[in-house]
């Protein structure tokens, strides 16, 4: 009995875990979900899949907070604590301007991504193409880090 109950808690701190870490990851906090999931597939006690999909999952979910803040934030921009450098910004906006929707398949980039997905809520991009593509980026990345990680 105790065996199982250390094995669920195990296995509910390490999920449980990695999803917050991922889903802050994707928002404008500097976390390094990446490295954790290198460190726990490394580790080898959880399948592959699992991680990489709630490793995904909670990046997408963190994506989400980043279009719903730019959905509503926009306007406080030019305020000295915006979470967001104006540099980044607008560099977010020149690719998203160029690029439209698709420039959100970059959302897995490190510096550009986060801010791009703020773009799209900030310019009002509808919630399904926004969830459709920058889904694929990030299960892209994350596969791709496992496959390196595991090969």
Do not use: C
């Not at 250390?6 to 390490?14: I, K």
């Not at 500097?30 to 999952?57: D, F, M, N, T, Y």
């Not at 000295?80 to 398949?105: C, D, I, T």
């Amino acid at each position: 009995m105790r065996a199982r109950y250390n094995r669920a808690m195990s296995e509910l701190l390490t999920y449980g875990g990695l999803f917050a870490v991922s889903m802050v990851a994707a928002t404008l906090f500097p976390l390094q979900s990446e490295a954790v999931l290198a460190g726990l597939l490394l580790a080898g006690r959880e399948p592959v899949w699992a991680l990489v999909l709630v490793a995904s999952i909670g990046n997408v979910a963190g994506s989400v907070i980043n279009w719903a803040l730019g959905r509503g934030i926009e306007h406080f921009r030019e305020r000295r604590w915006f979470p967001v450098k104006p540099a980044a910004l607008a560099r977010a906006e020149r690719w998203y301007a160029r690029y439209g929707r698709w420039s959100l398949l970059l959302s897995w980039a490190p510096v550009i991504g986060d801010p791009l997905t703020m773009i799209a809520g900030v310019l009002r991009e509808p919630l399904p193409s926004f969830l459709a593509i920058v889904t694929v980026a990030k299960v892209a990345r994350y596969l791709a880090i496992a496959w390196l990680v595991t090969h």
